[in-house]
């Protein structure tokens, strides 16, 4: 007999039963929860057990006895061979094993330490980071710069009247709350601070021009001080200093066209302030070369939304929702979870290219690239034409090539998915022998043909117009 699974975040197989093996059950408990198999093969092959009457006593009582958990243990049989299926439920507190934490990854067990064992208890307690109240800081400690930029953004939007406006700091913050009895919280110390960096480590925005390939880097900046005025710094920095724009005239009235939509680019950098981790200490960065932006912010994307889903409607719930309220009120937000619909908006109206993201080094990448129509109208100026480089390849293609390559790429992904529904990224980048980069770009142009449903490790691929 074979067990038709495979192993996953939530499903283990293991030929026999070893102590260590409470580990396991000890990261289900403490991720979504999951089914540990003894006496099967990693291939889901049933081998059996040995002395299953004494195993079926000793289990339950061990996992009881070291964790204090009850776990549901069913002694099962295939002809004549006996195995036992463990289930261990997602608890609502963090379970240890001998005095470790540990978690489930993908298939992975692994010890939680350091800041992620601060965030799992934080979670399991229905706390966020940014909840947490801070002593001895008090609303004379804050930036007022920041304060009057959030004012006068909250009455142009309507997001507040200015009757809400028109009163203290103090009582301001508490209708904000951002205040856990007489203490502010972390959200008020982010957003508003001068100096968040003194609690919070490599809390600002590093911005660098790089040549060709990351090693050169010719100039950067970072950018410190209130959430607040580093988004307003940082947008003003970028597109001045680091971004070249095409300068046309309609009549008198000169414009500017960049090779990325301002406002696109602006709702990426306000999901990564919002979104970002604030629990490892690394800055939010952004890399801008010739015809190339890529920003990256600590932090994984939830398991309900994945990168193949942030373009689709999703339901929001941010890591920060106390730093999200404050730049929703600011009118900087529409409203939660749609930040990727406005950016689709916008491309989509400029005639611009739709970002890709990413799950990248612990956190989200995204890159965004020019558009055709940039690239001609630099070409009409005597530019020379660009190549664009992918930096997971080494193969180089020029936007001359690229139009002929892509429907190629993007009709072959097609037909992968048809045929198999359940190929993940990564499976259908290595069965064409392209980056994952490369089948992202191509997945993001394909939104009106296919779309991907469930998690990104155990969902499927829906075929929306099967005629295409």
Not at 285 to 311: A, C, D, S, T
Not at 446 to 466: A, F, L, Q, R, T
Request: charged content about 30%.
């Amino acid at each position: 007999m074979k067990i038709l699974k495979d192993e996953k975040q939530d499903i283990e197989f293991k030929q026999s039963w070893r102590d260590e093996y409470l580990k396991w059950i000890c990261a289900f408990s403490n991720t979504q929860g999951g089914t540990l198999y003894i006496g099967v093969r990693d291939d889901g092959e049933v081998l059996g057990v040995e002395d299953s009457h004494k195993l079926s006593e000793d289990i339950p009582n061990k996992i009881l006895n070291t964790m204090g958990l009850i776990c549901e243990v069913n002694l099962l049989s295939d002809a004549d061979k006996k195995y036992f299926q463990i289930k261990a439920e997602k608890y609502p507190f963090p379970v240890s094993y001998h005095g470790k934490y540990y978690k489930r990854s993908g298939s992975t067990t692994q010890e939680v330490t350091g800041y992620e064992l601060d965030a799992m208890i934080l979670r399991v307690h229905g706390r966020t980071w940014d909840s947490i109240p801070v002593p001895h800081v008090t609303v004379d400690d804050l930036d007022n710069e920041s304060i009057k930029i959030f004012k006068k953004r909250a009455l142009e939007h309507n997001r507040l009247d200015a009757e809400s406006l028109n009163v203290s700091n103090d009582v301001l913050f508490r209708n904000l709350r951002l205040y856990e009895n007489d203490y502010l919280t972390r959200s008020a110390i982010m957003c508003f601070h001068p100096d968040p960096e003194t609690w919070v480590q490599c809390a600002y925005i590093k911005i660098g021009f790089f040549a060709d390939n990351d090693a050169d880097i010719l100039y950067q900046d970072e950018i410190h001080g209130s959430l607040i005025m580093q988004v307003e710094k940082a947008m003003d920095l970028i597109y001045t200093k680091y971004m070249k724009a095409l300068i046309s005239y309609d009549g008198i009235y000169r414009n500017e066209t960049f090779f990325f939509p301002k406002a696109a680019f602006r709702e990426l950098l306000l999901n990564a302030v919002i979104h970002r981790d604030y629990l490892k200490p690394t800055p939010i960065q952004i890399k801008i070369y010739e015809h190339k932006i890529r920003i990256w912010n600590y932090g994984n994307m939830p398991v309900e939304v994945p990168v193949e889903k942030l373009f689709e409607p999703h339901s929001s719930e941010p890591r920060n929702p106390g730093i999200a309220n404050v730049f929703f009120k600011a009118g900087y937000v529409e409203s939660w979870g749609r930040g990727y619909k406005n950016i689709t908006d916008i491309c989509k109206e400029r005639r611009a290219v739709l970002p890709v993201p990413e799950e990248n080094s612990g956190g989200l990448v995204v890159e965004c690239l020019p558009s055709e129509e940039y690239l001609l109208a630099e070409k009409n100026k005597g530019k020379i034409e660009p190549e664009l480089i992918d930096d997971s390849s080494n193969e180089k293609s020029s936007p001359k090539s690229s139009p002929k390559s892509s429907p190629k790429s993007s009709q072959r992904i097609f037909e992968l998915i048809k045929g198999n529904p359940s190929l993940t990224t990564q499976q259908i980048a290595d069965e064409l022998g392209i980056s994952k980069r490369a089948v992202l770009k191509n997945l993001s142009k394909m939104k009106d043909k296919v779309i991907h449903e469930g998690s990104s490790n155990g969902g499927y691929w829906k075929i929306i117009d099967i005629k295409s």
